[in-house]
């Protein structure tokens, strides 16, 4: 999506250069400064090196994740970090630009033929990485596995409204789907790294095990092994259709540790690091071979989710509008985030389809803030707790704290109330959390929609605080309006309710930040996380 | 030791040479009667609350007006939380070198009186603990209840009581058949009397000692829960949170981190200080 | 012993979290998180997953994990050696520097070489392995550009986790040597050999050392425990892929089967290391009947 030009983040790669797989080659390649475009060899890439350093072979690039994947299977288990390494294997049907604009990927165009029936093309002469043909049959496969009872995934829940028994052949090429309910979105869910594609032959009556140890997308890179906690290595796909990426080699090593990341880059054990924390920012900076590269992060917006299912005052809406106005995130942006951050006051963040652009910034108004309490009755301010996981978002420790002076000063006394990730996402989901707690909302697909199915009553996220009345016509409204600006408005109404009356203190988008050393030539961040590759070279000085 | 076996025959040096030998011992302890004086009284001696955010004095240096040692990444007074850090770290050696040792001292010496099953059920108890990973025990244990004060030093004190009882149980098991608890079992004497007036005061001394370093031990783990995410919730001070969130501002603020990490090692200095001094005084051939 | 590890850890680690729950994730509803606990097993008695896990156990199946979907009982195996390397090498060192300087501090007892020792050793007790190890980080990896940063390779790449992991250990045994060997100095036979007029050299080789090192081994043995503990942090800030890393992907996932993997094969290493050190000590010194120290 950093491309910036309207084309797909893949679709640039076309001039014909291609790298060699022989290590020789490379290192002439290297000492060439990269210039040559050697023929592709069809062969497989060199075997892995534990060796850190990727000073070897000059087409290898070496990316410290911040946590090892949770698997290999597309359709379960699969946290950002994890899409990130297996977005390289596996493909979507579409993906989405920087505009938020959707782009062909495995398939080619849609069509929708009436408002629950869609016309899908698939690309054509496009193979798994096992040498398997992508085609209707491979995309009926993997639809039904994702809907399976017997699976343990939750692929199917972005993209509820398909009826997975009924996926009409057209050809071998084209498929029809129908749906529920009229879903405008359908084509942009698929554009979810959820809904990635995955070789019938690698998971087709085989154990879950064995589906993990062969994993075949259609990706730019396939996959060569799998040290667990040390590394993850890929080839280049030489026949990808969308052109052979130019790196040989692609290693994720899980550093989990920021400085240990930071220390990686800088010692050059690695070419890119994720997630580099602020503070660290002017050491990679100052140093003669690294710099930072910054992406403002449009999947996640981190909120203060508010439980309004026990009366009291956070059930209060003068209550939660005061909480918008107490918390300065100016302050918290500019001295705890080090600028990487922008207020926001939607949960559709501002790369996202159907945007409200029009909404003022709540602005940091204690005064409002304490008189809008003492309407509410609260006029000497209340106890509550707040939840956060320490360590799962940069600066989580330090915003919460900052977050719960400014509230002191208008009379909220928080307790703050830390549990590991682990357990605060399992009483998140079952319900068992009061009072507030500090989380990013995540938006896959780039879409207002999405992010207002995630406030319904239904969702484990939503449950707290759901979208009720004119909110939930507004928005079933919306994704049932199949012309994009007549969605776009509608999106922009449910917005505007949720401003007036929010039912979240809205925070702030954080920027990603990464750290990249010098000799990685053409590689940009994008705004969903995800890493792409394919025009990417090392150029080792 | 050698102080006891040679009786001073140049009375004027010999002294001298005992005093500067307890002299560390005095120094330590005073350190840290000092040490545990300032954290009880941290309200009145600290110059500011320890959890006064203030981002627009943020990561001053030290000498800084009004913070002596300088501010930390929400800008706050890095000696208040420093000496309220005592508190909480302080708290937590306290009360597990207690509670561990009044459990361990308690099943030492009914394990070394009673031999047989209560030994063996004991001394299989404390294998189990042993036999598994303290960090990972106490990851698991913080994720079951919540990290707070009160499960940080269950944990401690559910790793550190079998110190305590082994050490205190080969101690009963050697006095065991030793005159005078025999004699006082001819006595007609009860067991509890036994235990409570003649075996206790003797293995007393060595619970102190062990004391001495089971509470040092559990300061550090502190420190070592906070960097695995199972600390105490913020905005509490202690030492070890201290130096975990402000780890990474080392290159850029040490102030954040010396002061606290100077804190941590002077307390455990002065602890193990005192606890080699006691078990020199006590019996220089135990091995602690 | 074993069965009360594994049922502690069954049900202590199910006090909180769901693996489910994560594999749902915030995209999921709430009908997903209880087909997938459903999936799981995890929606039967706790007594019926004991008895499972305990089925599995009598024929040598620990289960499989959660995320990994594989046996859990290999996956801890295989990450035995890269923990056993660093674990011996930080036990090796801590003893080729602990047990020398250990000496060296009784010998100069009272003196400032052994004040100095003692505050260099508990300096190496109090400061937590996490601080250590980014201290070594910046200065041997970033300012002097001696070693890599993180992964595990060659010798280069043991030296700075060996020796974070070493200092606790390190000074402990040096403390536990400089007593013991103070111990030995005032026996008879010591004395007797000093009266007699041997060289101080030769009296604390043969006869100092030589009985100061049983204790000392006995610690060793429980020190390894103390090592296992160790190595979850020092491979999280050195990305050194051992037990110490699985156990911390294992709880963090809430991946039972492997965390019960762990807990046993850790305890059944502890156990087998310490009844290897009661044998060779046995045999390194039959005379001698020992009540070790804790």
């Known amino acids: ?140 496969a993997n639809i039904q596995r994702m809907f399976s009872s017997s699976v343990p995934s939750n692929a199917s829940s972005v993209i509820p409204a398909v009826i997975p028994g009924q996926i009409d052949v057209v050809d071998d090429h084209t498929v029809r789907l129908h749906t529920k309910v009229p879903d405008a979105v359908l084509p942009h869910r698929f554009a979810a790294y959820f809904v990635a594609f995955n070789s019938p032959k690698s998971f087709q009556n085989q154990t879950e095990a064995y589906i993990m140890a062969h994993p075949a997308g259609t990706g730019p890179f396939r996959f060569v092994e799998w040290k667990k906690d040390d590394h993850l290595t890929l080839a280049a796909n030489p026949s990808y259709w969308g052109g052979a990426p130019k790196l040989s080699q692609l290693t994720f090593r899980p550093l989990s540790d920021p400085q240990t990341r930071v220390s990686a880059l800088l010692s050059g054990g690695v070419d890119l690091a994720l997630v580099i924390p602020t503070e660290s920012m002017a050491q990679i900076k100052s140093n003669p071979s690294t710099s930072i590269l910054t992406s403002p992060n449009g999947i996640t917006a981190y909120l203060l989710y508010l439980d309004a299912r026990h009366g009291g005052p956070l059930a209060n809406p003068n209550v939660r509008l005061a909480l918008n106005y107490a918390i300065d995130r100016d302050s918290i942006i500019k001295q705890i985030l080090a600028g990487q951050a922008t207020p926001i006051q939607s949960i559709v963040t501002p790369q996202s389809f159907g945007f409200d652009s029009d909404l003022k910034p709540y602005g940091y108004q204690p005064d409002k803030a304490k008189q809008l309490l003492q309407q509410a009755g609260f006029g000497s301010g209340f106890t509550v707790p707040l939840w956060f996981a320490p ?42 959390i009061t009072g507030m707690f500090y989380a990013g909302k995540t938006n896959l697909i780039l879409d207002a929609d999405y992010i207002f199915n995630d406030s319904s009553a239904s969702a484990p996220f939503g449950q707290y605080d759901p979208l009720v009345g004119q909110e939930v016509t507004l928005w079933k409204q919306e994704q049932q309006a199949f012309d994009p600006t007549a969605r776009a408005a509608l999106a922009k109404q449910v917005q505007q309710l949720l401003y007036d009356a929010p039912n979240w203190v809205y925070l702030y988008q954080m920027n990603d930040i990464y750290g990249v050393s010098k000799a990685v030539k053409g590689w940009q961040p994008a705004t969903d996380e995800l890493l792409t590759f394919t025009g990417t070279t090392v150029v080792k000085a | 030791m050698e102080s006891a076996a040679a009786p001073a025959p140049a009375p004027a040096r010999a002294r001298l040479a005992k005093a500067l030998r307890n002299l560390p011992a005095l120094v330590a302890a005073l350190l840290l009667v000092g040490a545990v004086a300032l954290a009880i009284f941290a309200p009145f001696v600290a110059p500011h609350a320890p959890d006064a955010v203030n981002l627009a004095r943020r990561l001053l240096p030290p000498g800084a007006a009004g913070d002596p040692l300088g501010t930390d990444p929400l800008g706050r007074d890095v000696l208040s939380r420093v000496l309220f850090g005592a508190r909480i770290s302080l708290l937590v050696g306290g009360v597990t070198m207690l509670v561990a040792g009044l459990i361990g001292t308690c099943a030492g010496l009914l394990a070394g009186y009673f031999p047989g099953a209560v030994d063996d059920i004991l001394m299989r108890l404390g294998d189990i603990v042993l036999s598994f990973p303290f960090l990972l025990l ?54 509890v009397r036994i235990l409570l007036k003649h075996v206790l005061p003797r293995v007393a001394g060595v619970a102190v000692v062990v004391a001495s370093f089971n509470m040092a031990e559990a300061i550090v783990y502190e420190a070592s829960l906070s960097f695995l995410g199972a600390g105490v919730p913020p905005p509490t001070a202690t030492w070890g949170g201290m130096l975990h969130d402000n780890l990474l501002y080392i290159a850029t603020a040490w102030w954040t981190i010396v002061f606290p990490a100077a804190a941590l090692t002077l307390v455990i200095l002065a602890l193990n200080v005192l606890g080699d001094w006691i078990r020199d005084a006590l019996d220089p051939n135990l091995r602690l | 012993m074993l069965v009360a590890v594994s049922i502690a850890v069954f049900v202590v680690a199910r006090l909180s979290g769901d693996p489910a729950a994560l594999m749902v994730g915030d995209t999921g509803t709430v009908a997903d998180l209880a087909r997938v606990r459903h999936l799981l097993g995890l929606d039967r008695p706790l007594t019926v997953q004991y008895g499972i896990f305990l089925a599995g156990v009598l024929h040598g199946d620990l ?17 035995l050696p890269a923990t056993a390397e660093l674990a011996v090498t930080a036990l090796a060192v801590a003893l080729a520097v602990g047990v020398p300087g250990g000496v060296f501090a009784a010998l100069n007892r009272g003196r400032l070489g052994d004040w100095g020792f003692v505050a260099v050793a508990v300096l190496g007790q109090s400061v937590p392995g996490f601080v250590l190890g980014v201290l070594s980080v910046m200065l041997f990896v970033l300012d002097l550009h001696w070693l890599p940063a993180a992964g595990i390779g060659g010798w280069q790449h043991l030296c700075l986790p060996a020796l974070t992991l070493a200092a606790f250990s390190c000074a402990k045994i040096a403390r536990l040597t400089r007593t013991s060997v103070l111990d030995t100095l005032s026996r008879d036979y010591v004395r007797t050999a000093y009266a007699k007029g041997a060289a101080p050299r030769r009296v604390v080789w043969r006869h100092v050392f030589r009985n100061a090192a049983l204790p000392v081994m006995t610690m060793a043995g429980l020190e390894l425990g103390q090592l296992l503990s160790g190595v979850v942090i020092t491979e999280t ?58």
């Not at chain 1, 062969?43 to 087409?59: C, I, L």
């Not at chain 1, 900052?402 to 002191?408: D, T």
Request: aromatic share 6%; charged share 15%; hydrophobic share 50%.
């Open chain 2, 138 to 191: 106490a990851l698991i244990v913080v994720a079951a209840l919540g990290p707070s004060v009160r499960n940080l030093i269950i944990v401690l004190v559910l790793r550190s009581w079998i110190t305590y009882g082994r050490v205190v149980r080969s101690q009963v098991v050697e006095m065991r058949e030793v005159e005078f608890v025999e004699a006082a079992r001819a006595l007609g004497a009860g067991h």
């Open chain 3, 63 to 79: 289960g499989q994990s959660i995320f990994y979907a594989e046996p859990a009982l290999p996956l801890v195996l295989a990450r």
């Open chain 1, 391 to 432: 360590g799962s978002s940069p600066n989580d420790s330090e915003c919460v704290q900052a977050m719960q002076a400014q509230l002191a000063k208008v009379g909220v006394q928080v307790n703050i109330q830390t549990a590991d990730n682990a357990s605060l996402v399992t009483q998140i989901l079952q319900g068992k």
């Open chain 1, 1 to 140: 999506m950093s491309d910036g030009n309207g084309l797909g983040r893949r679709a640039l790669i076309r001039r014909g250069l291609q790298l060699a797989a022989l290590p020789g080659m490379t290192a002439l390649l290297a000492a060439c400064g990269g210039t040559a475009a050697p023929a592709a060899t069809g062969s497989a890439a060199p075997a892995a090196t534990r060796s850190v350093g990727a000073a070897a072979g000059a087409q290898t690039l070496t990316v410290a994740n911040y946590s090892e994947i949770s698997g290999l299977d597309p359709h379960i288990r699969n946290p950002v970090a994890t899409a990130l390494v297996t977005a390289q294997i596996f493909e979507m049907l579409f993906q989405l630009d920087a505009q938020g604009n959707l782009q062909p990927m495995l398939a080619t165009d849609y069509k929708n033929i009436d408002p629950t029936t869609w016309q899908i093309g698939l690309r054509q002469g496009v193979t798994f990485h096992d040498g398997e043909p992508w085609n209707a049959q491979a995309f009926v």
């Open chain 3, 237 to 294: 800030i050195f990305g050194w892929p051992g037990v110490g890393l699985l156990s911390i992907d294992a709880i963090n996932h809430r991946d039972y089967p492997l965390i019960q993997a762990v807990a046993l094969s850790v305890a059944v290493i502890f156990v087998v290391v310490n009844l290897v050190v009661d044998l060779a000590y046995g045999f390194v010194d039959p005379r001698i009947r020992y009540a070790g120290g804790a």
